[in-house]
RNA sequence: GGCCCAUUCGUCUAACGGUUAGGACGCCAGAUUUUCAUUCUGGAAAUAGGAGUUCGAUUCUCCUAUGGGCUACCA
C-alpha cells in the first residue's frame, strides 16, 4: 500500500462537536497505526458562514483529546498552506480545466432567478433540479455562444462554474464501510464547482483537488458525505485522476440519545450534557458547556467516543489510546447511526478516573481544593483521596465528596436531620462526645471499637447512634466510614463539630 | 417527493450459514455495610415483518415497514 496520509477536515463555521471529533479520532488511530501521516485542513471556502475563533477552537480540541497533527495549519508542512482560503489561486485553474475538457459549464444565473425557478417548479409540483434537463435552457456556456459568454465575463457578470453531470450512467463506487455502491447519474444535479463572487471553489471542488495535491490515500469521514461520493468519484475521472484516487470510509452518524435525528447542540443544551470537547461562547454569548470543563479525563472521553461506531471485535471496552491504534480497523467499523448515550460517557469517565494511581488522583483534588481557598498537607489529601475515589465520577465530584474533610459543615442536611436529630440521640452524641474526650490515640481502629463497645453497652440502636455522629462530623448522611472520618480530621476538629452541632440545632 | 445508507436486548455492540444469541451501560433483586458508594451474586431484556435460497438463516436474496442522511453559488 503506498503511505497512508488521512486528513481531518473541518470548515470553521462553528465548534466542533462530538462527531467531529470522533471523526478525527479515527483518522488519527488510523495514521497512528499504518505510520502514516494526520493532516488538519481548515475548509473555509464558504466565506458567510466563517466564524472567527472556530479555527483555534478545533485546534485546540485536538490537543486537549492528545490528538496530534503532523502536518496541517497550525504545524505546517510540505503542502502548506492547510487553509483553503489561502490557496484560492489553486482552484480556479482546475475549475477551467474542467470547463476546457468539456466537463463544466459556466451558468449566468442569478441566486435569486435560480429561486424563481424552484418555487415555480415546487406549485406545479415538481422538483427543480439543475441537470441535463434543463442546463441547455439556462444561461450557461452550453447554451450562450462563445461570444456571449466572454463578453458577459468581461463586463463582470457573476458567473458560476458547474459540473456537467453525465446523463445515464451507471457510477460504481466502493466504500471501506460501506462495500459497493451504484448510483445512476440522472439522479444527480450539476454541482457549482467555482463562484466568481467571492473568487473561491465550493467544497466539492476544493476538497477533490486539495485530496490530490496534499496525496491522500484514504478519506475517513461522516456518512452525511455519502451523497456526493458520486459526484467526488466523477471528478477524479474528469481529472484523468482516478487511479490515484483515495479510498474512501464513511462513518455512521452520532444520533441524539433520544427522540430523532443527528446529535446537535440543541440536544446536550436540553439533556444536560456537552457536545462540544471544549466549553464555547459564540458571538451571541451562549456558552455551551464543554467536556473538559465538566470534569471529564480527555482519555475517557476518547475511549467513549471511540467505541460509538467501532469496536475492536471482543469485549473490550477500556482501551488506552496506544490499544486503540493497535487494534482499530475499519472493517469493524459498523455501518448503522449510533445513538449517544450521556450515561455510558460518565460510566467511561469514572472507570477513568478510579483507575488514576492516587497520587495524581491528589493532585486533582488539591487544585480543587485551591479553587475554594483550602491548602492542605499533602499527607491528609493523599488520605482523604483514598477514601472517596470509589465514589467519583467527574474530577469536580473529588472536591464536592472530599469538602468536609477540610471544613466543618456549616448547615445540616435536613432530610437527615429529620430522621436523626430526635429521641435521645443528641444526649448520645453529647455523651459519646465526653467519651471521645478521653481517647488520645485517635485512630481509625481505636475509634471503631471505642464507639462499637460503647453503643453496643448500652444496647443502643447502632444505626441511629452512628448516624447521628455522621451527622454532626459530615452534615449529611454518605461518606467513608466514621471511624476513618475521624482520624483524618483528628480530634479536636471531630469534638468542636460534635458540640457544635448541638448549639445549631438546639431548636429543634 | 426523489436519491442513497441502515435495521440484534431501552442504548452501544458480539456472534466462518449450525451458539442455551455473548458482553457492556442502564434497570431490578439479593449479599456485605452505622450511612452513601464500592464490591460480589443473581435477574428481566433483542435478531422489525413477510417471502424465498438452504438439511439448517441473526448471517445470503427480494419485498414491506421503520430509522437516518442528502437534496444550496453550506460544509
Request: proline fraction near 5%; include cysteine.
Amino acid at each position: 500500500m503506498k503511505n497512508v496520509r488521512v486528513r481531518f477536515a473541518p470548515s470553521p463555521t462553528g465548534a466542533l462537536h462530538i462527531g467531529g471529533v470522533r471523526t478525527a479520532l479515527y483518522n488519527y488511530l488510523f495514521a497512528r497505526q499504518m505510520g502514516g501521516k494526520f493532516i488538519l485542513r481548515i475548509e473555509d471556502t464558504d466565506s458567510q458562514r466563517f466564524v472567527p475563533g472556530a479555527e483555534d477552537y478545533i485546534i485546540k480540541s485536538l490537543e486537549w483529546c492528545g490528538i496530534t497533527i503532523d502536518e496541517g495549519v497550525s504545524v505546517g508542512g510540505p503542502h502548506a498552506p492547510y487553509r483553503q482560503s489561502e490557496r484560492r489561486e489553486i482552484y480556479l485553474k482546475y475549475a477551467l480545466q474542467l470547463v476546457t475538457d468539456g466537463w463544466a459549464y459556466y451558468a449566468f444565473d442569478t441566486p435569486e432567478e435560480l429561486d424563481a425557478i424552484r418555487k415555480e417548479q415546487e406549485t406545479a409540483g415538481k422538483t427543480f433540479s439543475y441537470n441535463y434537463t434543463i442546463r441547455q435552457n439556462l444561461s450557461t456556456s452550453l447554451k450562450l455562444s462563445p461570444e456571449e459568454v466572454q463578453t458577459r465575463i468581461d463586463r463582470g457578470d457573476q458567473w458560476v462554474i458547474r459540473f456537467k453531470m453525465p446523463e445515464n450512467t451507471i457510477i460504481k463506487m466502493n466504500d471501506l464501510v460501506r462495500g459497493e455502491v451504484n448510483v445512476n447519474s440522472s439522479t444527480l444535479d450539476d454541482k457549482v464547482l467555482y463562484k466568481s463572487a467571492d473568487a473561491l471553489p465550493t467544497y466539492h471542488l476544493a476538497n477533490i483537488v486539495d485530496d490530490k495535491l496534499m496525496e491522500i490515500s484514504h478519506v475517513i469521514r461522516g456518512e452525511e458525505w455519502l451523497p456526493s461520493l458520486p459526484l467526488h468519484f466523477m471528478l477524479y475521472k474528469a481529472f484523468g485522476w482516478s487511479e490515484v484516487q483515495p479510498q474512501f470510509a464513511h462513518l455512521p452518524l452520532l444520533l441524539k440519545p433520544e427522540g430523532n435525528g443527528k446529535l446537535s447542540k440543541r440536544d446536550g443544551d436540553k439533556l444536560g450534557f456537552p457536545v462540544f470537547p471544549l466549553e464555547w461562547t459564540p458571538q451571541d454569548g451562549t456558552t455551551s458547556r464543554g467536556y473538559k470543563e465538566d470534569g471529564y479525563l480527555p482519555q475517557a472521553f476518547l475511549n467513549m467516543l471511540a467505541l460509538l461506531g467501532w469496536n475492536p471485535g471482543d469485549d473490550k471496552e477500556i482501551m488506552s489510546i496506544d490499544e486503540m491504534i493497535s487494534l482499530f480497523s475499519i472493517d469493524k467499523v459498523s455501518k448503522a447511526g449510533a445513538r449517544f448515550s450521556p450515561q455510558k460517557a460518565l460510566w467511561f469517565n469514572e472507570q477513568y478516573l478510579r483507575a488514576l494511581p492516587n497520587e495524581e488522583l491528589a493532585q486533582l483534588l488539591d487544585s480543587q481544593l485551591k479553587t475554594i481557598q483550602i491548602t492542605a498537607p499533602k499527607e491528609k489529601v493523599a488520605a482523604v483521596v483514598e477514601l472517596v475515589r470509589a465514589r467519583a465520577v467527574l474530577i469536580p465530584d473529588l472536591l464536592t465528596l472530599a469538602k468536609f474533610y477540610f471544613v466543618a459543615p456549616t448547615q445540616y442536611d435536613e432530610k437527615v436531620v429529620q430522621k436523626f436529630w430526635k429521641n435521645e440521640n443528641p444526649t448520645h452524641l453529647k455523651n459519646i462526645t465526653l467519651m471521645l474526650t478521653q481517647i488520645d490515640d485517635f485512630t481509625a481502629l481505636v475509634l471503631d471499637k471505642a464507639l462499637h463497645d460503647w453503643i453496643q453497652e448500652r444496647e443502643l440502636p447502632m444505626g441511629q447512634v452512628m448516624n447521628t455522629l455522621r451527622l454532626s462530623i459530615v452534615g449529611a448522611s454518605g461518606g467513608a466510614s466514621l471511624p476513618e472520618i475521624l482520624e483524618i480530621i483528628g480530634k479536636e476538629d471531630a469534638l468542636q463539630r460534635m458540640n457544635n452541632i448541638q448549639t445549631v440545632l438546639k431548636t429543634i
